[in-house]
Structures are given as C-alpha cells and as structure tokens.
C-alpha cells in the first residue's frame, strides 16, 4: 500500500512539474519609443488626471497580455494603450514597466483591483465626450483616440462602436504607428 501510495504522488508531482514547465508564450514587442508626450496645456486634463488615466491604460494592457497569453492581437491593443498612456504621462511608471518587460519578452504581473474591460471602456467614451464639449484641436484628437481605444476595448459597447466607426468615416483610421514610434508602418483600414 505504502508503494502504491508513492507511486501516485511521484506520477502526480511529475504530472504538475510537467504542466508549470510549459514554455512561456514567445512575445515579439518592439518597446515604443516615448519622447515625450505630446501633450500641451491644452488639453483638458489636469497632470494628475493624464498619470491615472495612463496608469490604468498599462494595467488594463499588462492584463490583457497576460490574460490572453500574449496573443498577437493583445499585442497589438497592448501596444495602442500603451502608446496612449506615453502621450499622457511619458514617465507613468506602470507604462515604463510594462513596455521594459515586453520588450524583453517577460509577461508582465497581472494587476489587480483594475477596473474591468467594459467599465474602463464606458469610462473613457464618457472621457472622451467631456473632451470633445471642451473643444479644440488637441481635445478632440484625444477624445478620437479614446473612443477608438473605447470600442477596441469593449467591442459590445454599441456607443463605443458607433462612435469610432463615425470618427473613423469622417477622419480615416487612427494611425496608432504615430503614437508608437512606429513610423515604417501605415494604419490599415480598420485600425482603430
């Protein structure tokens, strides 16, 4: 009895060894060059604001990635968000960490006690609304990247969706390649 005992306990810790040793997903990420943010005191949004906003935009990626096991198209919204996050606080620690880790192909932390997909997604259409009463170039290309970012987010979110799709027939796709550093690359249709 002792034996078989054993056995079963060496078959199962080999069994879990086996299954926590899988390989990490390979993550291919460009880290985004971040300048500066392009930012003027224009924009309708206290420093304070801009650093929380850009906090919760890393963590929403960072989990994104991890949720999704570094799938090419979290990758991709990773890299949107991330972009967004830089042009509104260019030294967000959280931005900084998780664009470092992915470019060195680690999987970030997941983060917790982040506000979900769906409200993150209505909080940056409701955002980006306020900016876009305020007026002016800067706001409004802001409240454009929000909402697109909005609806890539929630893609349920039927006001999110409406709205991109409008910015996106009236203005052409958001080129997030701007954003990131990007520079080789175009927007392809649909990008946002």
């Given amino acids: 009895m002792k ?15 086996t299954v926590s040793a ?9 880290p985004i060059e971040h300048p500066g943010g ?39 919204s990773a890299r949107h968000m991330l972009a967004l996050a830089f042009q509104l606080s260019p030294r967000n620690k959280r931005a900084v960490v998780v664009n470092f880790q992915l470019g060195k192909g680690l999987l970030p932390e997941k983060v917790d006690g982040v506000l979900g997909s769906q409200a993150f997604a209505r ?4 955002r980006a ?7 002016g170039s800067e706001n409004t290309s802001f409240a454009r990247l929000f909402v697109a970012l909005a609806a890539e987010i929630d893609p349920r979110n039927e006001d999110a969706v409406y709205a ?13 390649n701007v954003l990131s550093g990007d520079k080789g690359k175009k927007a392809k249709e649909g990008d946002d």
Avoid: C, F
């Fill in 38 to 76: 392009r930012v003027s005191r224009d924009l309708g949004m206290l420093d304070s604001e801009r650093d929380e906003y850009a906090t919760h935009l890393a963590s929403q990626a960072a989990n994104l990635v991890v949720d999704q096991k570094a799938s090419k198209e979290a990758l991709e």
């Fill in 129 to 135: 609304d306020l900016l876009e009463k305020q007026g």
């Fill in 123 to 126: 909080l940056l259409l409701t």
């Fill in 164 to 176: 991109s799709e409008l910015h996106r027939l009236d203005h052409g796709p958001v080129d997030w």
């Fill in 22 to 30: 899988a390989p990490a997903p390979k993550i291919e990420w460009k």
């Fill in 3 to 17: 034996r078989s005992w054993q056995a079963v306990t060496t078959i199962w810790l080999t069994m879990l060894l």
